[in-house]
């Protein structure tokens, strides 16, 4: 075998030291070490409970992309149809329905639905339901929804998983729908629907919501007195957050006192409930103007007194 | 030395970057060499704030909060409020942001974006009691009950979370000039009552200093017509709720004012609105000429120079008028001039003060990226205990927002009006329609377009265009609700995750939160929708009227009290 020239020599050394070559041999090592590095990590250190909560951290943050990859992550290393997979699975439907922009409604659909073959029993699953019901719902923007399949999609909530949180969602959503319609034949069928589930119901916890639902009801059938009923036994029902300082009673204060006073004419309910608002809240904006109301209904009162008295005179 | 010279002229350019690069390095290693002392954990904390008062006051606190946590250091990073937006920024994208951060500067979607991404949700704090006020009357109290307006703009409703606390309570008030306004008016006291205040005003215009230019009774620019517009002028609009307030919860909100005028129920000529105007064209002759062209430190300009004698701002300002006043003229501050309520023209339209919130501001975040988010919070802690707070607000010349504080006497004058009227129609409406706005009301605030024209060419166009904008809104409406269904989805799987231990509270937040907005939020926009429709057609009833269902109810139950004689 005849031995190299020097030439060959010098032309072989340069090809060795080309950043192709180079390339070529370094970054694949690289890659494999990243990627071992990679899924040791996954495997030995992340506990799949914590890599869900942090998943959802960054999707209540808006960092969907890392969102998607930590809830993909935990699905691939968790057993189909463990809680951690569905939530996981639950996680990634939730993202691909809700993020903005670049959303992925059919992807979404997917997920949900997989969530309830895999997994037909569970909580989870009855909320992937709900969600793709309230896909239904909330259509893309410049479509409108498709109302009796979104009450199906409701109705279908509520007969797979009865007795559920998500069912009584369901219900509300669905009779709430109904109300949106604004039609009084409607409005009729939903008061009847939401008295007769608060008789089988009676201990649920959306209780204010229903009646809430029950006095826009009544505003649709023009029904005042009966209106404002239900709109304080809302009140006196209602769950407050007590984290949240925005959502108090005082809103709910001045809302029953104007329908008090404007709609209904019970003038002793609306001073109760701008009195209410005066001393519960002395800073809210509306306290003034609920004194405004306490001496213009004095003044009505007198003026309409002054009316009959001047007609029985005349008489 | 020739040669010297052609080696730096043929590299000139690599040794400038070397040189930069040498004085970068150079100011990065002894600012970190001040960084990281051994053994101590440093802090940084941002903010826009200038003024000599409110540094000196930070100071102060770090030097306290050193005493009792002597590893702890704390660098001030002073960045000018016009540049602090791109700053910030771009520290919160890069990562490399301070440990706390003063809030705002951004626009409300935006920072609450970055709340979202780059900040510590505070929540957990907000509830328990703030462990620095330990011996006083607050020492048991939740922090968010220790401030006086319950902390309500630090809830991020997007987020459902505390995300800043506040140190300071603004308000805003009338400076004026005391030794200018005693020689040209003779006065000792300024009149409160609004016909005779706009006396004096007259006044003063009438007189000239030594270079014959006439005295300005009131400072004009963009910002202070602002400031004035929203402190005298627009109170006068709150008798426009009764016709707007479709869903009767108070407040006016854009889509009812744009329901309010494309049904005719109200326009430009609706007299709380056209009072306003009659109130604006009043007063803008004692502004300077052409004051809408002129920018806020125009303004000031002419405070300090002793040419104008009242001018409107903040009590952020109070300390830099005091430096520009000491030794040249006494400062007074005063309340808003006010019609009386017999005013033939504006007491129907101001039937009580003006409302002004308690709250709280100068409010700070910590980040995401800080290494010791427990330190900075516990700083924050720390300043928004009762005494150390009104320590720092008694050195910047500030009100404390911590309940119990009192107030140095010379700044009472500042404490909020806590009832009173407000603002009861906003016709800033945005969009084209806001443009028109702009433009009209710009020219009428310099008298080159009568009030009659404003109001026939904005009711005109807004007929047209504001119809357009409306049915856009309508689409804006599902996106906004589907925002919120991303939100309660979050909120919703919180519950799922929570321990047993706190379940209950996450689910009854998730439920609170749905039951409250969301669950009826397509019925009230469908009756927005309705009303649009009904229009303004004979028989239609404002929000604020009694139906003839109720009168009839009034009359019964009165009738009947009379017969059985009650």
């Not at chain 2, 826009?48 to 660098?75: N, S, T």
């Not at chain 2, 630090?154 to 995300?163: C, H, K, N, T």
């Amino acid at each position: 075998m005849a031995s190299p020239s020097p030439d060959e020599y010098e032309i072989h050394d340069f090809r060795l030291l080309t950043p192709a070559r180079l390339a070529r041999v370094i970054f694949p090592l690289v890659a494999c070490l990243l990627a071992l590095c990679g899924c040791g990590e996954d495997v030995a250190k992340t506990d799949p409970h914590a890599e869900l909560a942090t998943a959802w951290d960054d999707y209540r943050s808006g960092d969907f992309n890392a969102a998607v990859h930590k809830f993909e992550r935990v699905r691939a290393h968790s057993k189909e149809g463990s809680d951690d997979y569905n939530m996981a699975l639950l996680g990634l439907a939730t993202t691909w329905d809700l993020r903005r922009p670049d959303e992925d409604r059919e992807l979404a659909t997917t997920y949900y639905r997989k969530l309830a073959e895999v997994a037909p029993k569970s909580e989870v699953a009855a909320w992937g339901l709900f969600a793709l019901a309230r896909m239904k719902h909330l259509p893309p923007v410049g479509t409108n929804p498709d109302y009796p399949a979104v009450r199906a999609a409701y109705q279908d909530v509520i007969d797979r998983f009865p007795g559920t949180p998500a069912a009584e969602e369901a219900f509300l959503y669905q009779q709430s729908a109904w109300l949106a319609t604004l039609s009084k034949a409607d409005a009729q069928s939903a008061k009847t629907a939401l008295e007769n589930y608060l008789q089988t119901h009676a201990g649920t916890k959306y209780r204010s919501a229903i009646y809430d639902l029950l006095a826009s009801a009544c505003r649709i059938l023009d029904l005042p007195k009966e209106r404002l009923a239900y709109s304080i036994k809302a009140l006196d029902s209602i769950e407050i957050d007590p984290t949240n300082p925005k959502r108090d009673k005082a809103g709910a204060y001045w809302r029953i006192a104007s329908e008090a006073e404007f709609r209904a004419g019970d003038f002793d309910t609306a001073r109760k409930y701008y009195n209410l608002l005066i001393r519960e809240y002395p800073i809210d904006q509306r306290v003034f103007p609920a004194k405004l109301a306490l001496e213009r209904m004095d003044a009505t009162e007198a003026k309409i007194r002054a009316e009959l008295q001047g007609m029985s005179t005349t008489r | 030395m020739k040669k010297t010279l052609g080696f730096i002229k043929t590299y000139f350019a690599l040794l400038l970057v070397a040189a930069v690069f040498l004085w970068a390095a150079f100011v990065i290693a002894s600012y970190s060499r001040h960084e990281i002392k051994p053994g101590t954990t440093t802090l940084r904390i941002a903010h826009w704030q200038l003024e000599p008062g409110v540094r000196k006051a930070l100071d102060v606190m770090i030097e306290d909060y050193r005493k009792i946590h002597p590893d702890v250091d704390i660098l001030q990073d002073a960045i000018p409020e016009s540049t602090f937006p791109q700053w910030v920024s771009t520290q919160l994208m890069g990562g490399t942001a301070p440990d706390i951060v003063e809030l705002g500067q951004l626009d409300a979607a935006t920072l609450v974006a970055y709340l979202g991404r780059y900040y510590v949700p505070l929540t957990r704090y907000i509830s328990r009691p703030n462990p620095y006020n330990k011996g006083t009357d607050l020492e048991d109290t939740p922090l968010r009950l220790t401030y006086k307006d319950g902390m309500r703009d630090s809830y991020v409703e997007e987020l459902q979370d505390f995300m800043k606390i506040p140190l300071t309570q603004f308000g805003m008030r009338v400076y004026y000039n005391k030794d200018l306004f005693k020689k040209l008016t003779g006065l000792d006291e300024v009149p409160l009552e609004y016909r005779a205040f706009l006396e004096v005003c007259k006044k003063i215009q009438s007189q000239k200093d030594s270079r014959d230019q006439a005295y300005i009774p009131l400072v004009g620019s963009k910002t202070h017509f602002a400031m004035w517009d929203k402190a005298i002028f627009q109170p006068l609009t709150y008798g426009g709720l009764k016709k707007i307030d479709f869903n009767c919860d108070g407040y006016p909100d854009k889509d009812e004012t744009y329901i309010g005028f494309i049904t005719k129920r109200v326009g430009m000529g609706y007299p709380p609105l056209a009072a306003r105007l009659k109130m604006i064209s009043e007063v803008r002759p004692y502004f300077q000429e052409s004051y809408t062209g002129l920018s806020r430190d125009d303004g000031v300009f002419l405070f300090a120079q002793q040419r104008a004698v009242f001018i409107i701002s903040g009590l952020w300002d109070s300390q830099s008028f005091r430096d520009q006043a000491s030794g040249k003229f006494g400062l007074g501050v005063m309340e808003f001039p006010t019609p009386k309520k017999d005013d033939p023209e504006f007491g129907r339209f101001m039937p009580g003060p003006r409302y002004e919130r308690a709250d709280a501001g100068l409010p700070f975040g910590v980040t995401r990226t800080s290494k010791h988010p427990e330190t900075a919070i516990d700083f924050l802690l720390f300043m928004a205990s009762k005494d150390q707070n009104a320590k720092l607000n008694r050195i910047s010349g500030w009100l404390s927002p911590i309940k119990g504080s009192k107030s140095e006497p010379e700044l009472e004058v500042f404490e909020p009006h806590l009832q009173g009227i407000y603002n009861g129609m906003d016709v800033d409406f945005g969009g084209e329609t806001g443009i028109r706005w702009s433009q009209l009301f710009s020219l009428f605030q310099i008298g080159q377009i009568s009030q009659e024209d404003l109001t026939r060419q904005f009711d005109d166009f807004f007929q047209h265009q504001g119809k357009v904008e409306f049915a856009g809104r309508v689409g804006t409406w599902r996106r906004d609700a589907q925002r919120y269904e991303q939100l309660l989805a979050g909120m919703r799987a919180t519950a799922l995750l929570a321990p047993a231990a706190s379940a209950d509270d996450a689910w009854l937040r998730y439920r609170a939160a749905n039951i409250s907005r969301q669950l009826c939020y397509e019925l009230a926009k469908n009756w927005q929708l309705a009303i649009l429709k009904q229009g303004n057609a004979p028989g239609v009833i404002d929000p604020y009227e009694y139906s003839p269902e109720a009168l009839k109810a009034i009359r019964e139950r009165i009738a009947g009290k009379k017969e059985t004689g009650q």
